[in-house]
């Protein structure tokens, strides 16, 4: 079955560069899209069709994909940053998937 | 401007049927390329997809929870309503509605309404 794999926690200094990534088989054939979830607050796009970033979103934000694994960069790091950023994409039916979430912590 | 609302009981009991309301405003559900999707999160774990309709009234189910939801839209109303029949503890959650934006490869959920936290109890 279809699935999104990303690695539970990953910590950066504030003002560092740190990258997301995401595994799936659908990464090959549909793009991936990238959520912020902080507590309490519905989630935000960040990025889609791989790399597109929503207008309001800061530049530091980026994506990009290669093969199976889809990775987001945030560069530059801010305090506002710490939040759980979670990949989604589709397969051929239609079937949405989200992956199990990365809690960024910045220290 | 767009505004999507979640609206539904806070507290329901096993087997019961949860029914779950999404207003929207901002956009129109006829136009090509949109949709409203139905997400929720239980408490302390991840992001799960649940149901989707689109523009063309086309519906899609999680594959895990197909046999338990309907999705339907009232266009009259701007209203899509979720229903997840034989409501188990597991399905304590914050259920999101969310605004579809549908491309042939790339479709992302770009508006969000705040959320309802159901509760399934005795």
């Known amino acids: 079955s279809s699935e999104l794999t990303q690695d539970p926690a990953v910590s950066v200094a504030l003002g560092q560069t740190v990258r997301i990534t995401c595994q799936g088989d659908t990464l090959r054939d549909f793009y991936a899209t990238w959520y912020q979830k902080k507590p309490g607050q519905a989630p935000v796009l960040v990025i889609h069709?791989?790399?597109n970033r929503p207008s309001g979103i800061p530049d530091r934000f980026s994506g990009s994909r290669s093969g199976d694994t889809a990775s987001l960069t945030i560069t530059g790091v801010q305090a506002e940053d710490e939040a759980v950023y979670y990949c989604?994409?589709?397969?051929?039916?239609?079937?949405?998937?989200f992956g199990g979430g990365t809690k960024l912590t910045v220290l | 401007q767009v505004t999507l609302r979640e609206s539904g009981p806070a507290l329901v009991k096993p087997t019961q049927t949860l029914t779950l309301t999404c207003t929207f405003s901002g956009f129109s559900l006829t136009t090509r390329g949109m949709g409203v999707t139905w997400i929720r999160q239980p408490p302390g774990k991840a992001l799960e997809w649940l149901a989707l309709?689109?523009?063309?009234?086309?519906?899609y189910y999680s594959r895990s929870l197909k046999t338990r939801l309907t999705v339907s839209w009232d266009s009259s109303e701007n209203q899509v309503v979720l229903t997840m029949t034989n409501i188990d503890p597991l399905d304590t959650a914050t259920y999101y509605c969310a605004r579809v934006k549908w491309q042939r490869l790339d479709t992302y959920f770009d508006y969000w309404g705040q959320g309802i936290l159901v509760a399934v109890s005795t």
């Open positions: 309709v689109d523009w063309d009234n086309d519906k």
């Open positions: 989604n994409s589709r397969d051929s039916s239609a079937n949405h998937l």
């Open positions: 069709a791989n790399n």
